[in-house]
């Protein structure tokens, strides 16, 4: 059997106001994410929907979330396997589908590090890794979205 880990977080509500949820628009989506001992997390909705758009949003939360488990896994396996990356960028992008009415999922994600590797370091292993990382990532295999992966190499200057 497996070890499990538990994440427990707050998500409070910093929006209040003295009308409340009275309607669509009378409140404010700012909310705060918190875990035990590390910094707060100032967040909001999308701006498309009532957010604050100098905050943070779950959308962006979810694709950046994707690429740092990936990142994460990737690094992991670079250095078990011999490739060293001296630099590593992520743009990822997400596309979310409205569903007519309410709703909607996201389509796609796609993940696009530009990776700086030294010149000892096997570019077609480096590109390998990826799909290996993928596999491993926690949050990649929970979730029913595409992911694409399109890397990009750069030879480090010795």
């Not at 035990?36 to 694709?63: C, Y």
């Amino acid at each position: 059997m497996g070890l499990t880990h538990d994440y427990t977080l707050t998500v409070r509500w910093t929006g209040q106001n003295e009308a409340g949820t009275t309607s669509y628009r009378s409140y404010s989506r700012a909310h705060d994410i918190l875990s035990e001992g590390k910094p707060r997390i100032q967040a909001s909705a999308d701006p498309a929907f009532m957010g604050d758009p100098a905050l943070h949003h779950p959308e962006e939360l979810f694709v950046a979330s994707l690429s740092e488990c990936h990142m994460l896994w990737y690094l992991h396996l670079c250095a078990d396997e011999g490739v060293v990356v001296t630099d590593y960028v992520d743009q990822p992008r997400g596309t979310l589908k409205l569903a007519s009415g309410h709703g909607g999922r996201f389509t796609r994600i796609e993940l696009r590090p530009v990776i700086t590797i030294t010149s000892e370091s096997s570019v077609d292993k480096a590109r390998a890794l990826h799909d290996r990382a993928h596999q491993y990532c926690f949050i990649a295999q929970s979730v029913n979205v595409d992911i694409v992966i399109s890397p990009e190499f750069v030879h480090g200057v010795e």
